[in-house]
């Protein structure tokens, strides 16, 4: 019977993990389908953070109150500049990080986020997503930050510009 049950117990664990599916992965899947300038600059004004989304990242709710002005200001001059000429990269890089992944120095994609961890919640995770031509990013767009908050992918600029003095 305890042989039974742990089985069981097993099966089940690995049933999970396989549901689960790996951020990257998920963003990865995501942003293939904006592999040109013009279809990530109109998914980007889709997708700027509110200030409820705002509310679920930052510790202090006046934090993301500064940090709306930030996207308020962002999204204006997005919606102000041409575009220009739109290019279809064949290569989508997508990369990952968290609070605690910089903390550890295990990553340098941080940015300035460094100077403003604190005001972050510990689970927050970024993404960076990448335009490219080639796997040397000689040419193309460098799109930071993106999050995923209640399976809704957000874009919040770079946080760290708000906070500066």
Sequence with gaps: MKRYISLTLISLLMVSLTFQTDPKEKAQAYFDKYNSKNKMNELILKSFATLE??????VKPEDAVVFMKLMAATE??????PVGEDAVYPIV???????????????NYNLGLLEILHKFKPTVRFFTVKLMTDNMFERGYSYIYWMNINNKWVFVSRPNLAFRK
């Design 53 to 58: 989304d705002a509310k679920k990242i930052f």
């Design 76 to 81: 204006k001059k997005m919606k102000e500049e």
């Design 93 to 107: 890089d997508i990369n990952t990080f968290t609070i605690k992944d910089i903390k550890e120095e295990k990553t």
